[in-house]
């Protein structure tokens, strides 16, 4: 592969997950943007242990299939590594990092990755999807929607959220997350995320849901949802919530 002359905020959280799929390109703006917002390796590893567990969580209600939006690097604990009887297609918009995805998953019978935008449903390949998501439509399945709402409008965000809900089967559930308001103390760091990214409260997000219904635990601060132990001390950056498909 190439090596990128851009950096990949996918390869940037690989690097501060302690993965293998970086470049130095990636490790430049991971270490200028901690100039400007401090350590972000325990941040990200926190919203990893998140995922993990809403994965495992899924996967324990019987949810034998996810797919996965703004996937990254499928390693360092990602879906299919956690939830190891499922199967799942990861999904990106980035074309290196759909590559990549491709070359480490070949051969792998049970996760595939092709090109999705999570606002569009049909620019998933049916073929994947009917290959590694076989449930679509007419059995619960798992969606998987990480660091993709600070990138979206309001609008865009609901109606995205609403469309999965209507082309998914009752009992489907959804792992989202969300950027906090907790930037908006580091101005400099904040400017680097670019005009496209929003913050939000809590109480700003829960309409977004629509339809999709949380589980008990609400929407909370990643290390909060069902910590395995006492839940990590990092900053506030991120909040998460497990949502359900309850009804048509």
Known sequence: MVEPDQPSTARMIDFWLGGEHHYPVDVAAARAFEQAYGPCAPVFQSLRAFLGRAVRAI??????????FGAGVPTMGNVHEVATDATVLYTDVDPVTIRLGQRLLAGSDRAGYGFGDATDLGTVDPALLHRFVPGWGRRPVGVVFLGLAAFLDDDTLARTLDELYAATAVGSQLAIDFDTEELADNPQALAMMG??????SPAAFAPLLGRWTPTSEGIVAVPQWRPDGPPEQVPDAFHGVVAVRSAG
Do not use: K, N, Y
């Open 195 to 200: 005009p496209a990214f929003r913050m939000r």
């Open 59 to 68: 996967a324990a209600t019987g949810v034998d299939s996810f797919l996965v």
